[in-house]
């Protein structure tokens, strides 16, 4: 089935440092990709996503690559800072039917002044 | 506000008991969605319902029932309430098949 591998956090930058948190996945098909971020005590936003292969998703300075050679969807910001600490998902939807998302496992992001 | 809105926002209660978590939005979406969050902030898709009918059942206890009265609510009974369904369950909803919106949690603690 689909899955959605992210790398274990939690990640902690100092601020004006730059940001890689890591996504890989398993699908069949063509899927959709997403990060979500979650900010403490809040629920899920939507922070960026790609809906076909090579395509750049980007929002509030992050940004994201669709790699379908390397089934990757890697987030990226050039400075993160203190206001950027929350947890980010990676997901996928397979693009069959209604939107059925697949969660990774999510990163804590720590940023410190 | 436009937003998707659940109550409670916290639940404590006893093992063996009956709740009821309620999720309600105004954004004119045609479907709405159940997730269960875990301690480990693992996240899942429980169930999902289109225009009232149910499109995506996964595999969740049948103690577990979703009932969605109209399009804008989508609430989820749960009977027989156990240790392990301590988590936090966030409602989310969309319109076709575009982005999902999600509620602010219910964190549910069962003792």
């Known amino acids: 089935g689909n899955s959605v591998t992210q790398m274990e956090g939690p990640v902690t930058l100092s601020e004006e440092a730059f940001l890689t948190i890591n996504c890989t996945y398993t699908?069949?098909?063509?899927?959709?990709l997403f990060w979500y971020v979650q900010y403490p005590g809040e629920g899920l936003q939507l922070l960026l996503k790609?809906?076909?292969?090579?395509d750049k998703g980007s929002n509030k300075g992050f940004e994201a690559t669709y790699r379908k050679e390397t089934t990757s969807f890697h987030l990226e910001k050039g400075s993160v800072q203190v206001s950027d600490s929350a947890v980010y998902f990676c997901?996928?939807?397979?693009?069959?039917?209604?939107?059925?998302?697949?969660f990774g496992t999510g990163t804590r992001l720590l940023v410190s002044p | 506000d436009t937003a998707v809105s659940q109550t409670p926002k916290y639940l404590v209660t006893q093992m063996g008991n009956d709740k009821s978590i309620k999720c309600e939005q105004n954004?004119?979406?045609?479907?709405m969605y159940w997730y269960k969050q875990d301690s480990k902030k693992f996240l899942k898709i429980m169930f999902s319902?289109?225009?009232?009918?149910?499109?995506i059942n996964e595999t969740v206890p049948n103690r577990f029932s979703p009932k969605s009265p109209d399009k804008a609510h989508l609430n989820l009974h749960i009977n027989s309430l156990e240790l392990g369904d301590s988590a936090v369950y966030f409602c989310?909803?969309?319109?076709?098949?575009?982005?999902?919106?999600f509620g602010p949690g219910t964190r549910l603690t069962v003792l």
């Open positions: 699908a069949t098909g063509y899927p959709s």
């Open positions: 989310a909803s969309s319109y076709n098949q575009n982005e999902q919106f």
């Open positions: 790609a809906t076909k292969a090579d």
């Open positions: 954004l004119g979406h045609d479907t």
């Open positions: 997901a996928l939807s397979d693009g069959t039917g209604f939107q059925k998302l697949v």
């Open positions: 319902y289109n225009n009232k009918e149910l499109i």
